[in-house]
C-alpha cells in the first residue's frame, strides 16, 4: 500500500564540514512500500508491521522523533520532518555531497552472544548498512522517491555490536526511518519424553502421564485421543488422565521454554476392556491382561 503526499516537501539543509555546502532536496510522492525477504512484496505486512511497531525494540530514538538523541554521527546527517513517513513525523537524511562521508550509526549493548538478531528500517534512495566494519548489505528504493522496507538478519558474535548507515558511491543522499533490532537469544530445547503406563483399562481413572520439569516460564500443552480425557494437570509437567474405550491411544505434549524452543512428546496406551476374559484381564483390577 502506497501512502501518497499531494504536494512535494521541498527541504533545505546546511551542511558545515569547514565549507559550507548548501543542499536542497525536494521529496515528492512519499511511499510506504514493503518488501518481503523473499522479495515477493507484501504491502499488508508493512502496514501491520506500522500499526504494531517494533516490539522489544534494542534501538534507542528509532524514529528520530528526538531528533538525534542516542546516534552517532559524521557530519552530513540531519533531520527531515513531513506528515507522510514510515514512522512518526521526522527521518534522518544522510548526504554524501560533502567532502567528509556523512554516517549514522548506534551502538547496541546487552546482547547475548549467539542470538538471532533480524536489523529491518525503512529507506528512501540508495545506501548501505554496516555491522560493526563488515557490510551488512546494500540497498535501494524503487523507485528511489519511495520508502522501501529492507531486512537483514545475522547471528550475534559479542555482547555489543554497532549498525551504520553510511552513503553508497554515487548515492549523494538517501533517508532512513522507524530502524528496528530484535535478538531472540539461543535456548535449549526441552525433553519431551513422556513417562506412563503402557497399559490402562478401559474407562479408567487416574492414570498419570508426566515429563521432566523443564523449569521456570516453560509450558506444557498435553493431548490425548480415542475418547480419553485430562482431568487434571494441563499446563503442568504431570496430568491426571481418563481412559476411553478400548484402542491404541496416544498421549501428546509440547512444551516451550522461554526463548521459544519447544519439543514434542507422544507416548501410545493400550486400552483395553479389563473384564474381557478372552484378553485375559482380571475385572477390577484397573490393568489390563497380558
Known amino acids: ?16 564540514l569547514g565549507v559550507a555546502i548548501a543542499a536542497v ?48 554521527v559524521i557530519p552530513g546527517v540531519f533531520i527531515v520532518s513531513g506528515s507522510n513517513v514510515p514512522d512518526g513525523s521526522n527521518v534522518a537524511v544522510i548526504s554524501g555531497l560533502s567532502s567528509g562521508q556523512g554516517q549514522l550509526s548506534q551502538t547496541i549493548t546487552g546482547i547475548t552472544p549467539g542470538s538471532n ?17 563488515q557490510e551488512l548489505g546494500a540497498f535501494i528504493s524503487s523507485p528511489p522517491s519511495e520508502f522501501m522496507l529492507f531486512t537483514y538478519s545475522f547471528t550475534a558474535t559479542s555482547s555489543s555490536h554497532t549498525i551504520s548507515f553510511t552513503d ?19 535456548c535449549t530445547p526441552p525433553v519431551a519424553t513422556i513417562t506412563a503406563s503402557a497399559a490402562a483399562c478401559a474407562t479408567s481413572t ?10 521456570m516460564n516453560a509450558t506444557y500443552t498435553w493431548t490425548i485421543n480415542n475418547g480419553g480425557s485430562i482431568t487434571a494437570g494441563q499446563g503442568t509437567p504431570s496430568i491426571t488422565w481418563t481412559a476411553g474405550a478400548a484402542g491404541a491411544t496416544t498421549i501428546g505434549v509440547t512444551v516451550t521454554v522461554p526463548g521459544g524452543c519447544s519439543a514434542q512428546g ?12 478372552a484378553f485375559g484381564g482380571e475385572p477390577g483390577s ?5
Open 206 to 215: 487416574g492414570n498419570v502421564a508426566s515429563v521432566p520439569d523443564a523449569g
Open 266 to 277: 507422544s507416548q501410545q496406551v493400550s486400552v483395553a476392556n479389563c473384564s474381557d476374559l
Open 1 to 16: 500500500m502506497r501512502i501518497n503526499s499531494e504536494k512535494n516537501i521541498a527541504i533545505s539543509a546546511l551542511l558545515l
Open 117 to 133: 538478531c533480524v536489523l529491518s528500517f525503512y529507506d528512501q534512495g540508495q545506501g548501505k548498512v554496516r555491522l560493526d566494519s
Open 25 to 72: 532536496f525536494s521529496y515528492q510522492n512519499f511511499a510506504v512500500m514493503a518488501e518481503s525477504q523473499a522479495a515477493e512484496p507484501n504491502s499488508n505486512n508493512s502496514m501491520e508491521m506500522l500499526q504494531q511497531g517494533c516490539p522489544g525494540n534494542l534501538i534507542a530514538n528509532h524514529s528520530f522523533e528526538n531528533g538525534l538523541t542516542g546516534w552517532d
Open 286 to 290: 484397573g490393568i489390563p491382561g497380558k
Open 168 to 186: 553508497a558511491p554515487g548515492s549523494q543522499v538517501f533517508a532512513i526511518d522507524n530502524v528496528c533490532l530484535i535478538c531472540t537469544a539461543p
